[in-house]
Protein backbone atom coordinates (compact mmCIF):
# COMPACT_ATOMS: atom_id res chain seq x y z
CA UNK A 1 0.00 0.00 0.00
CA UNK A 2 2.97 2.54 0.46
CA UNK A 3 3.55 2.13 -3.17
CA UNK A 4 0.06 2.89 -3.97
CA UNK A 5 0.08 6.05 -1.93
CA UNK A 6 3.68 7.02 -3.56
CA UNK A 7 1.75 6.80 -7.14
CA UNK A 8 -0.77 9.16 -5.56
CA UNK A 9 1.12 11.38 -4.17
CA UNK A 10 3.16 11.98 -7.36
CA UNK A 11 -0.18 12.42 -9.42
CA UNK A 12 -0.90 15.17 -6.90
CA UNK A 13 2.62 16.63 -7.33
CA UNK A 14 1.75 16.80 -11.40
CA UNK A 15 -1.64 17.67 -10.90
CA UNK A 16 -0.63 20.94 -8.79
CA UNK A 17 1.68 21.82 -11.26
CA UNK A 18 -0.94 21.32 -14.24
CA UNK A 19 -3.27 23.58 -12.44
CA UNK A 20 -1.13 26.16 -12.03
CA UNK A 21 -0.03 26.34 -15.55
CA UNK A 22 -3.90 26.54 -16.23
CA UNK A 23 -4.01 29.30 -13.89
CA UNK A 24 -1.22 31.04 -15.54
CA UNK A 25 -2.89 30.71 -18.85
CA UNK A 26 -6.31 31.79 -17.41
CA UNK A 27 -4.85 35.09 -16.03
CA UNK A 28 -2.62 35.70 -18.93
CA UNK A 29 -4.84 34.90 -22.20
CA UNK A 30 -8.28 36.72 -21.92
CA UNK A 31 -9.75 34.56 -24.62
CA UNK A 32 -9.34 31.39 -23.39
CA UNK A 33 -10.13 31.87 -20.12
CA UNK A 34 -13.41 29.60 -20.56
CA UNK A 35 -10.98 26.52 -21.33
CA UNK A 36 -8.40 26.98 -19.25
CA UNK A 37 -11.18 26.69 -16.16
CA UNK A 38 -13.06 24.17 -17.52
CA UNK A 39 -9.37 22.46 -17.72
CA UNK A 40 -9.39 23.12 -14.10
CA UNK A 41 -12.75 22.25 -13.02
CA UNK A 42 -12.68 18.70 -14.69
CA UNK A 43 -9.11 18.54 -13.49
CA UNK A 44 -10.06 19.14 -9.62
CA UNK A 45 -12.71 16.99 -9.80
CA UNK A 46 -10.61 14.24 -11.49
CA UNK A 47 -8.59 14.49 -8.67
CA UNK A 48 -11.43 14.40 -5.96
CA UNK A 49 -12.89 11.55 -7.86
CA UNK A 50 -8.99 9.36 -7.70
CA UNK A 51 -8.46 10.36 -3.59
CA UNK A 52 -12.19 9.31 -3.01
CA UNK A 53 -11.36 6.15 -4.78
CA UNK A 54 -8.02 5.57 -3.16
CA UNK A 55 -9.58 6.03 0.20
CA UNK A 56 -12.25 3.32 -0.94
CA UNK A 57 -9.84 1.19 -1.59
CA UNK A 58 -8.12 1.36 1.44
CA UNK A 59 -10.53 1.06 3.49
CA UNK A 60 -11.47 -2.10 1.89
CA UNK A 61 -8.66 -3.79 1.79
CA UNK A 62 -8.22 -3.21 5.49
CA UNK A 63 -11.10 -4.52 6.53
CA UNK A 64 -10.48 -8.03 4.17
CA UNK A 65 -7.19 -8.18 5.72
CA UNK A 66 -8.86 -7.49 9.42
CA UNK A 67 -11.52 -10.35 8.86
CA UNK A 68 -10.54 -13.65 10.18
CA UNK A 69 -9.71 -16.26 7.78
CA UNK A 70 -12.85 -18.20 8.42
CA UNK A 71 -15.57 -15.64 7.81
CA UNK A 72 -16.30 -14.87 3.92
CA UNK A 73 -15.25 -11.61 2.17
CA UNK A 74 -18.41 -9.68 0.78
CA UNK A 75 -19.07 -10.09 -2.66
CA UNK A 76 -20.81 -7.31 -3.28
CA UNK A 77 -18.75 -4.12 -2.16
CA UNK A 78 -18.69 -0.29 -2.91
CA UNK A 79 -16.53 1.76 -4.05
CA UNK A 80 -18.14 4.83 -4.36
CA UNK A 81 -18.98 5.37 -8.10
CA UNK A 82 -22.11 6.39 -7.72
CA UNK A 83 -20.30 9.17 -5.63
CA UNK A 84 -18.06 10.00 -8.14
CA UNK A 85 -20.48 10.07 -10.81
CA UNK A 86 -22.57 12.94 -8.83
CA UNK A 87 -19.22 14.90 -8.45
CA UNK A 88 -18.62 14.78 -12.13
CA UNK A 89 -22.44 15.44 -12.59
CA UNK A 90 -22.02 18.56 -10.80
CA UNK A 91 -19.11 20.03 -12.65
CA UNK A 92 -20.66 19.32 -15.83
CA UNK A 93 -24.32 20.87 -14.79
CA UNK A 94 -21.96 24.25 -13.61
CA UNK A 95 -20.33 24.10 -16.73
CA UNK A 96 -23.73 23.88 -19.01
CA UNK A 97 -25.04 26.60 -16.42
CA UNK A 98 -22.17 28.88 -16.70
CA UNK A 99 -21.20 28.54 -20.52
CA UNK A 100 -19.71 32.36 -20.97
CA UNK A 101 -16.54 31.29 -17.98
CA UNK A 102 -16.55 27.42 -18.17
CA UNK A 103 -16.20 25.46 -21.22
CA UNK A 104 -17.71 21.91 -21.18
CA UNK A 105 -15.70 20.12 -23.76
CA UNK A 106 -12.63 20.96 -21.44
CA UNK A 107 -14.09 19.89 -18.27
CA UNK A 108 -15.14 16.86 -19.76
CA UNK A 109 -11.14 16.45 -20.99
CA UNK A 110 -10.48 17.48 -17.42
CA UNK A 111 -12.00 14.24 -16.28
CA UNK A 112 -9.47 11.95 -17.21
CA UNK A 113 -6.12 13.65 -15.96
CA UNK A 114 -5.80 12.12 -13.22
CA UNK A 115 -6.01 8.49 -14.81
CA UNK A 116 -3.72 9.71 -17.61
CA UNK A 117 -1.73 10.91 -15.26
CA UNK A 118 -1.62 7.60 -13.04
CA UNK A 119 -0.97 5.86 -16.19
CA UNK A 120 2.06 7.43 -17.50
CA UNK A 121 3.59 7.65 -14.30
CA UNK A 122 2.93 3.97 -13.86
CA UNK A 123 4.63 3.28 -17.06
CA UNK A 124 7.67 5.57 -16.14
CA UNK A 125 7.77 3.62 -12.97
CA UNK A 126 8.11 0.36 -14.36
CA UNK A 127 10.59 1.42 -17.01
CA UNK A 128 12.55 3.14 -14.54
CA UNK A 129 12.67 -0.15 -11.94
CA UNK A 130 13.39 -2.44 -14.82
CA UNK A 131 16.63 -0.28 -15.38
Keep these: MDDFSAHLKTVQNVFLFF ?15 PYSAGLMLGSVVSMINARYLAW ?3 KLSEKVI ?7 VPTKVSIGFLTRAAIAGLAGLLAIR ?3 HVALVTTI ?6 QLATL ?3 ILSIKRSKK
Design 56 to 58: KIR
Design 109 to 114: IGYFFA
Design 66 to 72: AAPPEQK
Design 120 to 122: VLG
Design 19 to 33: LSFCLVVWAIFVEFR
Design 98 to 100: FPE
